[in-house]
């Protein structure tokens, strides 16, 4: 009877936590980023900015100038804003806060968008299918 | 041993399996990753398949998820637990037939891998997202502690079940 703990075992085990932590270590950065929330800020079609969307992260910034025109975002308590604009037309104002997957701002004159991604919410209902 | 005998004993190994999936649910654990447990009833799908073969584990896996759906949990568990349930009883029974340097431990560290790589893809196929493999590292190495336990329960029981249906098979 194979009853007993060998050699062979112990090298089956090696490899796969030698394999399994070197994929862990390699592509896993996504992974840790799995559970964040995240808004994707573009202007002119290129991504400036990406800021992970905490309960306790606050922070305001501005993005263009003042002769081809701006946007001021207000990121606070997990929600986005546009706060000013020199936009005609102000509809970015008044898209209001956004704060889950999915939704955007987006402010067509000034050719700028914002995007949040979130992989939390994902991550919950597989935790509650998979009991 | 007859026919009826052995089917008194895999309904009975099934009942074991039934009630070990049940026991594990209220066994409170750390949390690691969405999916990680400890795979009570692979001790029993080792069992059967080291004493009375593949065609038979299959029977009691099959049996045993739909009991579970049926007492304890919903027909969408019981996707996850029989495709993962039903793939790892293939993994464990060709490794103990092919690799036949493997004690029971690493057979069982194996059928716990698979087990995990199929209840991701299940996850993966449902949802439609392959972002949930990322998890399959953590939960194989998860499954390596589990699966040791796992081997190396298996190894008293079915030692303790052979010499169960020798004695048997001397008094009749």
Redo the contacts between chains.
């Keep these: 009877?194979?009853?007993?703990?060998?050699r062979?075992?112990i090298a089956?085990?090696a490899a796969?936590?030698i394999i399994?932590?070197v994929?862990?270590f390699s592509?896993?950065r996504?992974?840790v980023h799995?559970d964040e929330k995240i808004a994707y800020v573009y202007s002119h079609e290129e991504l400036v900015g990406e800021y992970v969307l905490s309960d306790d992260y606050k922070t305001e910034f501005t993005v263009g100038d003042e002769k081809s025109g701006y946007n001021t975002v207000h990121i606070e308590n997990g929600e986005v804003w546009i706060h000013d604009a020199t936009c005609p037309d102000k509809i970015c104002l008044s898209q209001g806060k956004i704060s889950s997957d999915g939704e955007i701002i987006v402010c067509l004159p000034n050719q700028f968008m914002i995007q949040i991604e979130d992989?939390s919410e994902?991550?919950n209902?597989?935790?509650f299918?998979?009991? | 041993m007859n026919k009826l005998q052995r089917y008194i004993f895999l309904s009975l190994l099934t009942a074991a399996a039934l009630i070990l999936s049940i026991l594990e649910?209220m066994i409170p654990l750390p949390y690691i990753a969405?999916?990680a447990k400890l795979g009570l009833s692979n001790i029993v799908t080792m069992t059967v398949i080291v004493v009375f073969g593949f065609k038979d584990a299959m029977l009691v896996v099959i049996l045993r998820c739909i009991l579970l759906m049926l007492v304890a949990?919903n027909p969408?568990?019981f996707i996850?637990s029989l495709a993962s349930g039903i793939m790892s009883t293939i993994v464990m029974s060709l490794g103990l037939k092919y690799?036949?340097?493997?004690?029971?431990?690493?057979v069982s560290?194996?059928g716990a891998?698979t087990h995990n790589a199929t209840?991701v893809t299940v996850?993966a196929i449902?949802?439609g997202?392959f972002?949930?493999y990322?998890?399959?590292?953590?939960l194989?190495?998860v499954s390596?502690f589990t699966g040791?336990f796992v081997g190396?329960t298996s190894?008293f029981v079915s030692?303790n079940l052979n010499r169960t249906l020798l004695r048997l098979r001397r008094e009749v």
């Design positions: 009877m194979k009853t007993k703990i060998n062979y075992d089956l085990i796969i936590v399994n932590v994929i862990l592509g896993g996504k992974a799995a992989n994902e991550e209902d597989v935790d299918m998979a009991q | 649910g969405p999916g949990t969408v568990t996850y690799c036949k340097k493997l004690s029971f431990i690493g560290v194996l891998m209840q996850a449902i949802f997202t972002n949930l990322y998890y399959l590292p953590v194989s190495l390596i040791c190396y190894i030692d």
